[in-house]
């Protein structure tokens, strides 16, 4: 949340910092703003809305033409969206851009105002700039300490002191923040896509660490102000991989993407036929000395937990408690010794999450990440990390990241199961080999989209309406209803089929559509006679389920057959068309798909 950046080289620092806040706009669109030297004067253009207001307003009134500033764009936390409000904030003597939470801000500013500061804007961040200013004697670095020294909470500062127009000054805390290494020209972003136009190459700042940029030289100070060497990281990523490539959207770009990035994750992972997880030293072994497995994430990748657990209790006989990060962290868990804690998520930034690990690592818990952020906090923390290869997911609504995740869950089920010896090492590699099929039958599904368009057109009028399954189906049912909510704006809730009688049923009527996942087999029947109980109230029904599924003439109002595979796996193609469900669906509604109002993707605050 919040997307910061800073530049220093030869180039026009206006463009390249606009250019690296349009990849990081997935943090946030309240409000974009940069600061840049120009003649050795701090000039700072900001405003109100998305980084084409301010792209726009630069074009009315001239932007700056220096070669170093720094950048931010903007979810609002502290202060409502506001021109006021906007990043950066400062003087003429520095100027800072920050993403994170100033915790004692009101007892900062209380004691800043008996210095005699006034207030301008309504955030958090004010504060910093005018602590920053308070501590101000000409030794930028030494200022840094004694200012962080006094704030609570999480940072990461871009900074720039007029005194030194040919540096940038960086610090963080338990908000991401890289420097980019170039030649002859350096960064610093929140994120890799920021810096991906012009360099692979770069340094991981950690907690507290103060790092002094200038066009040639990287140097790095700890808090005590000694030296710190790094180790230079190169990106996997190309910058094309964060780019529409032709889609209208990222979303659709990215939905298109699952057939490669679910191969690209699980296949290195498959050694003779085998799921193979060495690489975190995983054994068999020691992944069935677990006496419990914890599932903690958030949103999305909670939801690919929820899969996860339905999938490695049926198979592996194991019991999973999927929680809520933000509950996990406030309950006392009863975590400990001889349990494994899986943490997921795409970003490996969430701030949550990353209190879940914390906690858990404190009680003694063995700590698996389950991340696509090469080198984030999560992956770093961990005790063991498996990366999915998902590439960069710029849409704020997820969709590929969820696929490679709950792959991931049945490659752990399938092993774990094993190594329990609650299946035969042939059903292993079968499953595994069923898995590999998994990405032609999504690509099949997406060479014709028309079925999910249709039903998007039936249910895009709707003010609300119900996902309902049972099982895995209902697991899936909670990401159908986030992802619709989340891009359509729609009211939707999921509820396990089984559930409706006992009080969502009263919702029911002509006027509330329910999409009804029935993939699995076993229950289908069921959860037929749950639809036939709300057609009967009125619902126009929209039926998802496998193409060979029996179903009855006129069980449903419009059905989508899903390409067949092991109904264990089934939930992973159905994934596909109800992302497309919702993408469509945000469409007709004529919504910001990539950009959905007051969302922002990795939530660094809590
Ligand atoms: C929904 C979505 C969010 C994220 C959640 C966790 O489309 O993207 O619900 O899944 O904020 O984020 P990560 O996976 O980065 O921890």
Known sequence: MCGIVGYVGKRNCADVLVGSLRKLEYR?????????????KIKVEKCQGKLDNLVAKMERDGKPSGVCGIGHTRWATH???SDINSHPHGNKRLSIVHNGIIENYAKLKIFLEEQGYSFVSQTDTETVSKLLDYYYDGAPVDTIIRAISEV????????????????????????????????????????????????????????DEIAVISRDEVIIYDIHKEIVHKELQTADWDADAAEKGGYEHFMLKEIHEQPTAIKTTITPRINEGMPDFSECGLTDEILASYRNIYIVACGTAMHAGMVGKYVIEKLARTPVTVDMASEFRYRDPIVGEGDLVILISQSGETADTKEALNISKRKGAKTLALVNVKGSSIAREADMVMYTHAGPEISVASTKAFTVQISMMYMLAFKLAYAKGVITEEKCREYVSELLEVPALIEKYLSDKNEAQYAASRIMNAESLLYIGRGLDYALSMEGSLKLKEISYIHSEAYAAGELKHGPIALISDQTPVIAI????????????????????GAKVVLMCGENAQIGEGVADYVIR??????????????VPLQLIAYYTAILRGNDVDQPRNLAKSVTVE
Do not use: H, W
């Open 28 to 40: 946030g669109y309240d409000s974009a703003g940069i600061a840049v030297f120009e003649n050795n």
């Open 79 to 81: 202060g409502e969206p």
């Open 152 to 207: 609570e909470g999480s940072y990461a500062l871009g900074i720039i002191f007029r005194d030194f127009p040919d540096r940038i000054f960086a610090v963080r805390k338990d908000s991401p923040l890289i420097i980019g290494v170039g030649e002859g020209e350096n960064f610093i972003a929140s994120d890799v896509p920021a810096i991906l136009n012009y360099t692979k190459n770069y340094y991981l700042l950690e907690q």
């Open 518 to 537: 029935a993939t699995q087999s076993d229950v289908l029947e069921k959860t037929v006679s749950n639809i036939e109980e709300v057609k009967s109230r």
């Open 562 to 575: 899903i390409p067949e595979c092991d109904k264990l796996l089934m939930p992973i193609v159905a994934a």
